[in-house]
């Protein structure tokens, strides 16, 4: 416990970086892709936008639990995004990659991929030749996807994956879940290094969060 703060303090502060945490990010844009999915279902490419973000932020909440601060937290921006996905998405841990790993992705290497053509230009990477072909559906059945699937190896496509855009969607979703474990286990294994990253992270959340201020 840093000197200058009493258990008292100490227990509001990080009440306070995890609700913030869980509001500003998770429970934010969950919210958004939940009304995208209720009102406009055809929406998938601005929620799997939105979803990128999610993970986006919560990589680099990751990056600061792994030690590193200052400028170096906006370098090796792919480095980061894949760690995250590596540790809390494309994991054992992640129930809904456990239940759906064959729909979700292949590896982490394909999502960076497709995380910066879908938030640059809001479509697909460019498929090059000798290159996997990569399916992007969502709520296909068994019999549809066999079919595509067929379609595209007529075609030349010997190695082709489908990935199910809304199961990508939610194992992010779960991978949140899967970090706040491992947050637990850092309490548990180093606990003041828990809290030097809970102090640093907490900063950051206050001085660079984008907060919305309701109209009266």
């Avoid at 994991?91 to 064959?102: A, F, L, P, R």
């Amino acid at each position: 416990m840093p000197k200058n703060l009493t258990q008292a303090e100490w227990d509001a502060i990080e009440k306070e970086f995890l609700k913030n945490m869980n509001d500003r990010y998770f429970q934010d844009i969950r919210n958004d892709i939940q009304t995208l999915r209720k009102n406009r279902p055809e929406s998938i490419k601005s929620q799997l936008c939105l979803a990128f973000t999610l993970a986006d932020s919560l990589s680099r909440i990751h990056k600061i639990f792994s030690g590193v601060r200052g400028e170096n937290l906006d370098k090796d921006n792919e480095d980061r995004f894949r760690a995250w996905m590596d540790a809390f998405v494309l994991t054992e841990k992640n129930d809904e990659y456990k239940k759906y790993k064959g729909l979700i992705a292949p590896n982490s290497k394909v999502l960076w991929n497709i995380r910066n053509s879908f938030l640059h230009f809001y479509s697909f990477p460019p498929v090059k030749e000798g290159q996997d072909y990569v399916i992007f559906g969502y709520n296909l059945s068994v019999e549809t996807n066999s079919n595509v699937k067929k379609a595209f190896q007529e075609k030349g496509y010997k190695a082709v994956t489908h990935m199910d855009a809304l199961r990508l969607i939610e194992a992010i979703f779960s991978g949140f879940l899967v970090q706040l474990i491992h947050l637990t286990e850092m309490i548990k294994n180093n606990p003041a290094q828990y809290i030097e990253n809970v102090l640093y992270a907490r900063n950051i959340l206050f001085t660079q969060s984008a907060v919305v201020v309701p109209k009266k």
